[in-house]
């Protein structure tokens, strides 16, 4: 599988922003997706997780309430929904293919997709 994000650019504090997420590949149904994130000089850290039928999701408590993950299984496309962004959400947001789904921890990635740069000024 590969994948790819968009969607990323700069944006006011409190804006919203939509990400999204293309994967190559026709098992994409069958898989556990997640949202990462990198800001200069962090490690890359996790932001949320969903199941192959969209009926798990899991956050970050970073973006907890604020972010949306979703997926469209016919289209190959997975999607992140980011409202009242802080500055602190500055950063390269990546998509990836993760090993399993959990709602207790972050889970090992399999793929990662090329990131998309997001900047909240403030």
């Known amino acids: 599988v590969q994948l790819q994000a968009s969607g990323g650019g700069l944006v006011q504090a409190g804006g919203s922003l939509r990400l999204s997420c293309a994967a190559s590949?026709?098992?994409?149904?069958?898989?556990?997706m997640g949202w990462f994130r990198q800001a200069p000089g962090k490690e890359r850290e996790f932001v949320a997780a969903?199941?192959?039928?969209?009926?798990?999701?899991y956050y970050a408590d970073s973006v907890k309430g604020r972010f949306t993950i979703s997926r469209d299984n016919a289209k190959n496309r997975v999607y992140l929904q980011m409202n009242s962004l802080k500055p602190e959400d500055t950063a390269v947001y990546y998509c990836?293919?993760?090993?399993?789904?959990?709602?207790?921890?972050?889970?090992?990635?399999?793929?990662w997709g090329k990131g998309t740069q997001v900047t909240v000024s403030s």
């Open positions: 969903i199941s192959w039928s969209s009926d798990r999701l």
């Open positions: 590949g026709r098992a994409f149904i069958s898989y556990p």
């Open positions: 990836a293919k993760v090993a399993y789904y959990s709602d207790y921890d972050v889970p090992p990635v399999d793929v």
